[in-house]
């Protein structure tokens, strides 16, 4: 069993910025790929950030060149540092773990709302 727990989540203004953290329960180097994924109401969960185990990255369009995906191996944590924050990147962002090609684990989600 893997717990996730996701941190820095809040209220902030148009154009601000907020760091999330994910603190994992064990080595992040064991997942194949960890990521942040996030869900507005009324709408599906979607990609935000992917992190590799080699270091490779990947973005959802939306969110390319404001957004960076990070993680601290001495810390077991992964970071999604967000700057620009517009008020459709209001959501539930939530911590996600690939272990192999099969198994699959979610933080609890922390909401974050940015206003006009």
């Known amino acids: 069993q893997v717990h996730l727990v996701e941190s820095g989540g809040g209220l902030v203004q148009a154009g601000g910025s907020l760091r999330l953290s994910c603190a994992a329960s064990?080595?992040?180097?064991?997942?194949?790929?960890l990521g942040w994924y996030r869900q507005a109401p009324g709408k599906q969960r979607e990609l935000v950030a992917h992190i590799f185990s080699g270091g490779s990255t990947n973005y959802a369009n939306s969110v390319k060149g404001r957004f960076t995906i990070s993680r601290d191996s001495a810390k077991n944590t992964v970071y999604l540092q967000m700057n620009s924050l517009k008020p459709e990147d209001t959501a539930v962002y939530y911590c996600n773990a690939l272990e192999g090609l099969a198994y699959e684990f979610w933080g609890q989600g922390t909401q974050v709302t940015v206003s006009s």
């Open positions: 064990r080595n992040i180097f064991s997942f194949v790929r």
